[in-house]
């Protein structure tokens, strides 16, 4: 597909402004729903054990996972933003629906759909951008769009871990405001740029056969993206049993704190994805990998706010320089024909991650304490680098251009 035809939308020429505002909006909802909701306001409403955060993100990502490379097949049939639109309608149910029960199996079910959701929004998204933009610059684009997705959840999870501490249910209006303006902001801002009409399917007279696509290299990566996906997940229900039981401070404390990391991510989220651009996607891999694992075993061994300040700062800086290199990676094996599949592959593997990562990491920080998860992560982030390194040394890891 011409770059030049896609990108004549002066909106698009040269980042996806209302793409961004649409994930920024969408993130402000699931920092409200699945930092601040799930981590506090469920053990308290509903008083279950720690366990149950992690449960809940389990369902979540089982959601993502089942549904994401069927939803990127749908995808690559009609315009990409009808699987957005999509995605944000089916949130709605769940967020009303958890407003008003206070049935933990409810919760799961509704956390799977709210996967579900998502499932058709991510694989839209990440084909956007690799639709609208050539191999050298989707680094930095993913970078941009990624800052908005920081930008929101970061907003979300500490607005929002304010709020559960004083009300029931007002977190959950909130979440829906932001998801009705997403999807306007979708349905107005986003051109349908492939000229084809919303429902109309795409030609698929020069398309690979799906069976070529899916050669050695991409497997080995996909289970690399799942290690690392895997390892950062882990971490998620320890969260909370971390700040009050060895740093001593409350959720809405320990919220606060990360704001000086949340901050360090947004100035480095597109330098992060220039740099995979320029340099090839192992580095910063790379790099993110090991910072992932220095600053968790640097949390796991501290009690003191300050300093733990300083490795939350060190973890989000490594998520930072993974997230543009992996999804790059994935763009540069898809062919446009089944770009959203395969980018629905890989961010279905993130799902897949945030079943595993919590399910070890929920009854780890249970059983053996919050810091052992921690180790357990970093751990696995360790391995992951391990593996990424030979897959590097074995395949070219720079932009296809």
Known sequence: ???????????????????????????????????????DYVPRKLEVGAAWPGYLLAAYGA????????????SDRVERKVGLLIGFVLMIPAIVLMAGVNSRYVFLFCAALLGLGTSFIWPATYAIAADLYPAARRGKVIGFLN????????????????????VTWEQFVLALVAISLATAATAIGVPSYRGQGWLKSVPRETEARLKDVLSLRLVLLSGIILASSTSLAIILPAIRPYGTEQLGIEFSELTVALIPAIIASLVLYVPAGHLA??????????LGLGLLAGGLLWLAETTAVSVAMIGAAVVFSGNVFIVPASTAAVMDLAPETYRGTLIGLNVALTGLGLTIGPAIGGPVAEYAGPDMALRVAAFVALGTAAALFAYSRVFRMHPIV
């Open 1 to 39: 597909m011409s770059v030049t035809r896609v990108t004549s939308h002066w909106l698009f020429s040269r980042y996806p402004l209302p793409l961004g505002g649409a994930v920024f909006l969408l993130q402000v909802a699931l920092g409200l729903i699945l930092f601040a909701t799930f981590q």
């Open 63 to 74: 959601g993502r996972f089942l549904f994401e490379a069927p939803t990127g097949a749908i």
């Open 277 to 286: 651009d320029r340099l090839g996607r192992a580095f910063p891999y790379l």
């Open 147 to 166: 800052v908005g997705q920081l930008a929101g959840f970061g907003i979300g999870a500490l607005g929002g871990a304010q709020i559960v501490n004083h």
